[in-house]
């Protein structure tokens, strides 16, 4: 399994602003698969995100990304990155936008046209972000993480405010990445998306509370939707102690 | 390092200033401003328009550099796009060179423009050449940008920010020789003024306007100048950090 894994987290321990927010969690994404990173919001999903890009300050424990230390030089042009709030020159177009970001990840110029299309801002090509809704910004912060075509995807909550057509394009469109090699790691604390996920990673209070595909996790607690699912764990976990 | 990283970000930042025509202008047209102002302040005293005319030349860009700058930056770390390009395979040195040329093309703009004001609108008499002062404005206002930049890491609100402009600046305009020559401060103050950059700024602007013109003295001044510019912008390196808590 390990040579397999694109991702593979041990004991990590994260402290931010003085609180313990992850407690020595040990994950193992595989590869060219999409995984699902569950849970409420500020149980420590970012903060995971974080870690295996490589920008988060930890206090414990490994993180391993295609076999090599997270936020290793190396792998900045193999981990495409979208932070949750969208992380975009507001005051560009779209397409200066993403003329730049191409340039400093070292992608081809026709790759700006084919993201666009991949996320489906090309009609806004000429419009400054700023002038954008929420959505649309979002989907411009995704096809910047898409330029390079990197390996492995981590996208911290890419559907939220989107609309249900876009929602189904979008995961559409990671199916398809997937189906190409890349694996995605994708968080998300709408349940109704785990079912278009290969495999679930399911988070409280900074741990993992189970992990296994989503067919896998409602037989094992018997639950008919993975919502239910989810409180079943929550319930044992709490029993457990 | 790339030159490719570098000129891309330098594009970039002045796509987003042309974005921005407001601050174009003020960063333009607020020192030429200021310094026919100063002229008709001293209309009685031309000789003393004359001595300090000449080195407010520098002065006037330097803070609006300084300010434009730290702001700009601060932006960047706030808004997230700062985190985006440190996850991304770009040097932090390409980044900071990137707003550095950007900048400093602004800043030759805004020295070409204000010499051109001083000597051909408001007759400022000068006893070196208007290339050395040309050459002296530029490098003051890429001292104040560089600073601006490295400042902008210890700020973690704009408001912030606008307060570094008093706080690190102001003081080195009391202790520059400006407003009384340095020999006649206090003791302490005067060996304090020997270590801040906008000593050698407005000492050097001093030389080449109202002065014995661009000798030795004022090269050793340009030159703390531009070290200082390139330290500043080193330690500016620094304070970029990939991780974050």
New interface residues.
């Given amino acids: 399994m390990s040579s397999q894994a694109a991702i593979e987290v041990q004991a990590l321990r994260v402290v931010r602003g003085g609180i313990e927010v992850l407690h020595e969690i040990d994950v193992v994404v595989p590869r060219g698969e999409i995984t699902g990173l569950l849970g409420p919001s500020g149980c420590g999903k970012s903060t995971l995100m974080r870690a295996i890009v490589g920008v988060q300050i930890v206090q414990g424990g490994t993180v391993t990304v295609l076999g090599a230390p997270a936020g290793s030089p190396p792998l900045r042009s193999q981990v495409g990155y979208v932070t949750q709030a969208p992380s975009v020159y507001l005051d560009l177009s779209v397409e200066e936008n993403l003329r730049y970001f191409a340039t400093v990840v070292d992608a081809g110029p026709e790759r700006v046209a084919e993201v666009m299309a991949a996320v489906d801002v090309a009609e806004l090509a000429g419009r400054t972000a700023g002038s954008l809704s929420g959505g649309q910004v979002a989907r411009v912060s995704l096809a910047t993480a898409l330029l390079n075509e990197p390996p492995i995807l981590v996208l911290d909550e890419p559907t939220v405010g989107l609309d249900p057509v876009l929602r189904r394009d979008l995961w559409a469109t990671f199916r398809s990445l997937a189906e190409a090699g890349t694996t995605l790691l994708v968080s998300s604390h709408v349940m109704d998306e785990a079912d278009r996920c290969d495999r679930l990673l399911l988070m409280r209070d900074g741990h993992i509370l189970a992990t296994g595909t989503p067919a896998e996790l409602r037989e094992d607690t018997g639950a008919g939707d993975l919502d239910g699912a989810f409180l079943k764990l929550v319930e044992r976990a709490e029993a457990k102690g | 390092m790339t030159a ?2 570098t000129l ?2 330098a ?2 930042v002045l ?2 200033l042309r ?2 025509p407001r601050t174009v202008v003020l960063l333009l047209v607020v020192p030429c401003v200021l310094e026919i102002l100063l002229k008709y302040v001293l209309y009685g005293q031309p000789e003393t328009f004359d001595r300090i005319g000449g080195p407010l030349l520098g002065l006037f860009p330097f803070i609006t550099m300084f300010l434009v700058t730290s702001i700009t930056m601060l932006r960047e770390r706030t ?3 700062l ?8 040097a932090k040195l390409d980044l900071l060179l990137g707003y550095g040329l950007a900048f400093g093309v602004m800043a030759a703009l805004q020295a070409a423009l204000t010499t051109t004001v001083a000597f051909g609108l408001l007759d400022l008499s000068s006893t070196g050449s208007e290339a050395d002062v040309f050459v002296f404005a530029i490098a003051n206002a890429v001292l104040g940008m560089s600073l601006g930049l490295f400042v902008s890491a210890f700020a973690s609100t704009e408001f912030q920010a606008v307060q570094f402009l008093p706080a690190t600046v102001f003081p080195q305009l009391l202790l520059c020789g400006l407003l009384v020559p340095r020999d006649q401060m206090a003791d302490v103050l005067d060996a304090a003024s020997s270590v801040l950059p906008l000593t050698y700024a407005y000492a050097g602007l001093q030389r080449v306007t109202a002065g014995p013109g661009f000798d030795s003295t004022a090269a050793r001044d340009l030159a703390v100048v531009l070290a200082v510019t390139i330290l500043a912008l080193g330690l500016g390196a620094t304070t970029l950090r ?4």
């Fill in positions: 490719t990283a891309a970000t594009g970039r796509r987003q974005r921005d808004t997230g796009t985190e985006r390009l440190m996850a991304m395979p770009i990939r991780r974050t808590g």
